[in-house]
Nanobody, 119 residues
Framework: QVQLVESGGGLVQAGESLRLSCATS????????MDWYRQAPGKQRELVAA???????NYADSVKGRFTISRDSAENTVYLQMNDLKPVDTAVYYC?????????????WGQGTQVTVSS
């Protein structure tokens, strides 16, 4: 059963914007901490932005001031607004959710969406 459904990737030129979406279930959305990771070819997966169920956010230094993570409770969706994109932002972007229920912890990953930024 797919728990995280991503959309919004694509090919853009440097300086342009994209918005990624991650739709999930109500349970995950209201109880989980959600984040966006990315993985460029030949590199390790890295955390880009995170948002808690309470709305607190955190960003990688490389995207601060350019990317914004947000939540829409009506749509059970987390967004990543990416502005002023640079070629170094080219990667597969993954939505991730961490859900703690009692003594159990669950990790969910989306299928990934490709973002390509040309110079």
């Amino acid at each position: 059963q797919v728990q995280l459904v991503e959309s919004g990737g694509g090919l853009v030129q440097a300086g342009e914007s994209l918005r990624l979406s991650c739709a999930t279930s109500r349970t995950i959305f209201i109880n989980g901490a959600m984040d966006w990771y990315r993985q460029a070819p030949g590199k390790q997966r890295e955390l880009v932005a995170a948002i808690t169920s309470g709305g607190s956010t955190n960003y990688a230094d490389s995207v601060k001031g350019r990317f914004t993570i947000s939540r829409d409770s009506a749509e059970n969706t987390v967004y990543l607004q990416m502005n002023d994109l640079k070629p170094v932002d080219t990667a597969v972007y993954y939505c991730h959710a961490l859900l703690s229920m009692g003594t159990n912890t669950y990790n969910y990953w989306g299928q990934g969406t490709q973002v390509t930024v040309s110079s």
